[in-house]
């Protein structure tokens, strides 16, 4: 927790500073939503194929999906989603697409669960 996925159209790859988003959406999610650090957890989809409306050109989609455990007021969440839109704006760079940006808080069902296995070994021992 949290659980973030970021979908965003391949047509902005070039534009999207993913690493500093990431960094930074992080810190807010700390600052914000009380996460601690090392659970933040964000994942970067990239979509070959975008079309808004009728058109297939000249638009780049992004949406920000972040799952938190339950518990967060709603007045929280809303301040995350506005500080992520904000986030956006600034790790996206003005390279002559239309940006539709979105922005989902939600609470993760109550049967998630998390694991976390140490590093492993490129070299097994005994081989």
Sequence with gaps: MPQITVD???TMAA???RAGFAEAL???TVEIAAAKPEACKTQFRRTEDTLVGFEDEGHAVVHVMIGLLAGRTE???ARLT???LELL?????DDGFALHASVEVREL???YRSARTPARSAVRPGR
């Design 109 to 111: 069902d109550a049967s």
């Design 8 to 10: 965003y159209s391949a």
């Design 89 to 93: 704006s600034k790790y996206i760079e």
């Design 26 to 28: 992080h810190s807010a």
């Design 15 to 17: 534009a999207f500073d």
């Design 75 to 77: 007045e929280t969440k």
């Design 82 to 84: 506005e500080a992520v």
